[in-house]
């Protein structure tokens, strides 16, 4: 949560493994914000359709109403004159422009709300995710419990028919539990990773 209040508009970000609680603090803090009587808006990527196509909804079942956008520039055009709370969840999905608009709206004074993957299954960073948190005024790490050893966990496994996937793997693949399971650095697992990633 916001230990400080900054003056006019900021961005928080909440980040982490998948079954980290990424979305139920999510929907903590709109309602809270709601309590507070601020008027909030929260936006989800077309892209998943889990649980629901028109609420953000976590992995515990707790859920709140959402509109469905396909590129992060929607919600300056369907922003309402009147709100004061932006919420954007799985916000890796979309592309860079998401972090023009989330400075936009913390510019004109909006408190934005914005969670995502910081790692995708390779544990590379998720689309996005770096640019939004370097802009964010407060970014929350959560962390989930490592289904092999019991540590925090950091990282997401992908497991295909049982197998950790490969690094090759195209990175987009929507899913819950069925796919992914949450593991600590020491017991995720990415065959075909090369040591070193990035060229010079
Ligand atoms: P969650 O963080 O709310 O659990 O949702 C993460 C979504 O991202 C879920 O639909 C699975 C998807 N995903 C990918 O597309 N690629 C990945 O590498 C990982 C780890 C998750
Ligand atoms: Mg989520
Ligand atoms: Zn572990």
């Not at 490592?146 to 028919?161: E, G």
Request: with cysteine.
């Amino acid at each position: 949560m916001p230990h400080f209040q900054p003056k006019g508009g900021w961005i928080e970000i909440i980040c982490g493994s998948m079954f980290s609680g990424k979305t139920e603090e999510l929907i903590r803090r709109v309602r809270r914000a709601e309590i507070a009587r601020q008027h909030v808006q929260v936006f989800k990527p077309k892209l998943d359709n889990r649980y629901s196509v028109s609420e953000v909804a976590s992995h515990n079942g707790e859920q709140t109403p959402a509109e469905v956008i396909e590129r992060a520039s929607e919600i300056l055009e369907i922003l309402r004159p009147e709100t004061t709370v932006v919420a954007i969840d799985e916000a890796q999905f979309f592309d860079a422009q998401v972090a023009d608009v989330a400075r936009i709206l913390a510019d004109r004074g909006l408190r934005v709300i914005i969670t995502g993957l910081d790692l995708d299954f390779r544990a590379e960073p998720f689309g996005p995710m770096p640019l939004l948190m370097a802009e964010a005024e407060m970014v929350d790490k959560l962390h989930a419990i490592c289904v092999v050893c019991a540590a925090p966990a950091s990282r997401t496994q992908r497991l295909i028919n049982g197998q950790p996937a490969n690094y090759t793997d195209p990175v987009i693949l929507v899913g819950a539990s069925e796919v992914y399971e949450a593991r600590c650095r020491d017991c995720h697992k990415v065959p075909g990773r090369p040591e070193l990633v990035r060229n010079e």
